[in-house]
């Protein structure tokens, strides 16, 4: 276990460029799985494996800014949701672990403001990330357990990997529970929320499209 309090940034630049290459990984590998995909998935496989395609071809941008230690209460939750993963996303999980005081947590949605102590996102990748770029996005969203992001939706193409915790995802009104190691599309401006039950969810996300800049707006 490693002394987050103690961490100097060469290591613990070390450490998140590893996740970056790990969850770069997960993504890459899942493209060989879409085959025994559920059936009740709305969004062709199709679809989906040339949104993984897309993703894993670009490049990692340099790194701008350093990664600073955070105050955010998303933290606790983080290190409960690595006990609900599975044998693809542990080794992924473990390594967010050690560095989960660092992440940049934090949600900036002002029209429910109060759900920031229970759900928010640590972008690595971004146009305002750590690794700067304005072509995608590429982050962790947690949810805490019992709780609803509600609907909304977006301009960027939205790709997920569940990587801890069962919860229910909604796109456009069809309901499908979610499990460790499901991936997840939603296409742009399509209206989705997620809930929560008694695991917390923690997830890799992309994004990618012609505007990663613009929120999501509640509906």
């Not at 059936?39 to 600073?68: G, N």
């Amino acid at each position: 276990m490693v002394n987050q309090s103690i961490l100097s940034q060469d290591i613990l630049n070390q450490k998140i460029i590893t996740i970056i290459g790990e969850a770069f990984k997960l993504l890459n590998n899942q493209g060989d799985l879409l085959d025994g995909y559920a059936s009740d998935v709305s969004i062709p496989k199709d679809d989906i494996s040339k949104e993984i395609a897309k993703v894993t071809s670009l490049v990692i941008p340099d790194q701008v800014e350093p990664f600073e230690k955070s105050s955010s209460p998303l933290i606790q939750y983080v290190r409960s949701s690595t006990l609900h993963g599975n044998t693809e996303t542990e080794p992924l999980l473990d390594l967010i672990k050690e560095v989960a005081d660092y992440l940049p947590w934090k949600y900036n949605y002002e029209d429910r403001s109060d759900l920031g102590s229970y759900l928010g996102w640590a972008e690595l990748i971004g146009p305002e990330a750590p690794f700067r770029t304005s072509e995608y996005c590429l982050g962790f969203t947690l949810i805490s357990p019992n709780t609803l992001y509600p609907e909304h939706k977006h301009p960027a193409t939205e790709l997920y990997k569940v990587l801890s915790g069962t919860s229910d995802w909604t796109l456009e009104g069809v309901t499908t529970p979610r499990s460790p190691g499901d991936i997840i599309l939603h296409p742009y401006n399509r209206v989705h929320k997620m809930e929560t039950h008694e695991e917390t969810l923690l997830a890799l996300y992309t994004w990618t499209g012609n505007d990663v800049v613009t929120l999501s707006t509640y509906t």
